[in-house]
């Protein structure tokens, strides 16, 4: 597209995941030089890169058991299915929410009942207790959507209240706390994702965890070890196995070593990549809440979160307005998500889009999404970059309104 000579054009691709350190390339290519990618094999020799990085991520989010999955959506499911969750079972999750999410719980069979949001994108406590009681549901799928983490004392306090599991959806957050606690380790259950625009990059990829042995164990047979689960450095003893490894079906979802031997050393950057994230968010936040109509929420001092991308509400528009603001802002390099188009759009998607659920109204959560907006940040983001979008911004607002 052309652009006027004095239009700013932003100088950073706000998709842009960067690239892997260069211990993770020479990783890649001396796996790749022996073909053993496949994480399990009746040979010796090759660093077992899956099984320490199971290892190595339980020690980080200080959980006794890791296991590597093939995606995220696939950690979800197989945690599903691990929590015992049945076809026909009812589950709770977030109506703010990814296709992933609700798309795992189709995929075990269940069906999704959605929980409205609050005004600060977190998921609806008191809607929590109405949605269990009407529905009967025993499991609560939470997902942290795009980094922002509910009360877990609360979370933690209703769900022993109402009898339900909690699961938690930590793809959004990675090396985020509520206090001093690990997201993910509140519940039975935490499941991580280590897609290209999450906090470690391997394209695809998925990471469960949690204390339970059994669940544990399941984890590991679901996600498809064969009987060669002993290859396991994050893992519960061969009696607990021996009570699970003929009755559970092998789902081939295991993460590769590959996949694992990429992910290692950005697993071990994760403390530097949260604090320059969480610099870059500081900065572009501050300009954000200057420009008249845009609106950056105040977070919880208790959510020590890890921002790969900020939220905002877009207010003194209408629909189509802001739809051109979007799309004319998108245009000049400033990619902003929206998340109240009527239609499905690359990753963005509403409730209403999944129409495999059952109908259900959130008219809450609608109200909310109406004014949300959304936008990467690359760990690339300067303060120059963050001046650059608030002006493009600034000044795609200006047209939108005089027209």
């Known amino acids: 597209m052309n652009h006027p000579a004095e239009e700013t054009i932003l100088n950073v691709d706000l998709s842009d995941p ?24 009746e040979y010796s020799g090759t660093e077992p890169h899956a099984a320490l990085l199971e290892k190595e991520f339980a020690q980080y989010v200080d959980a006794k058991y890791a296991v590597g999955i093939n995606s995220g959506g696939c950690a979800i499911f197989i945690g599903l299915k691990v929590a015992g969750v049945e076809a026909g079972d009812s589950v709770l999750v977030n109506a703010f929410n990814l296709a992933p999410v609700p798309g795992a719980i189709h995929h075990a069979g269940a069906k999704a009942v959605l929980v409205e949001i609050e005004d600060d994108y977190r998921i609806d406590i008191n ?29 933690s306090k209703v769900c022993d209240e109402l009898g339900l ?28 994702s280590t897609q290209t625009f999450k906090h470690i990059n391997s394209g695809e990829g998925g990471i469960l965890v949690t204390d339970d042995e059994d669940m544990a164990a399941k984890a590991i047979l679901y996600s498809g070890s064969y009987m060669l689960y002993g290859q396991h450095q994050s893992a519960p003893s061969e009696a607990v196995f021996e009570k699970w490894k003929k009755t559970i079906p092998n789902f081939s979802m295991r993460m590769s070593n590959l996949v694992a031997c ?18 870059a968010y500081a900065a572009l936040e501050q300009r954000l809440n200057d420009i008249t109509g845009v609106d950056v929420l105040p977070r919880e001092p208790k959510e020590k979160f890890v921002a790969s991308s900020i939220q905002f509400n877009i207010s003194g528009l209408d629909q189509q307005q802001i739809i051109k603001w979007v799309d004319q802002c998108t245009n000049r390099m400033v990619a902003i998500k929206w998340f109240g188009r009527s239609e499905p759009m690359g990753y963005t998607s509403l409730y209403q889009h999944w129409q495999y659920l059952n109908s259900q109204s959130l008219p809450k959560t609608e109200s909310i999404l109406e004014t949300t907006c959304d936008m990467r940040i690359p760990l690339s983001l ?20 005089r027209s």
């Open 127 to 155: 809607d929590i207790r109405e949605k269990a009681k009407q529905s009967g549901a025993k499991v609560l799928l939470l997902t942290h959507m795009r980094g922002h983490i509910a009360d877990m004392q609360e979370i």
């Open 262 to 279: 990429i992910l290692r050393p950005q697993l071990a950057e994760m403390t530097q990549r949260g604090e320059r994230w969480n610099e």
């Open 382 to 401: 300067t303060d120059d970059s963050c001046d650059q979008i608030a002006l493009v911004m600034k000044e795609e607002l200006k047209k939108v309104r």
């Open 18 to 41: 960067g690239s892997l350190p260069q211990t993770a390339i020479d990783q890649a290519v001396s796996l790749m030089k022996t073909g053993r990618l496949h994480r399990y094999g």
């Open 165 to 192: 599991t909690l699961i938690e959806d930590c793809a959004h957050t990675m090396g985020a706390k509520w206090g001093d606690k690990f997201t993910g380790r509140f519940g039975a259950l935490g499941c991580f």
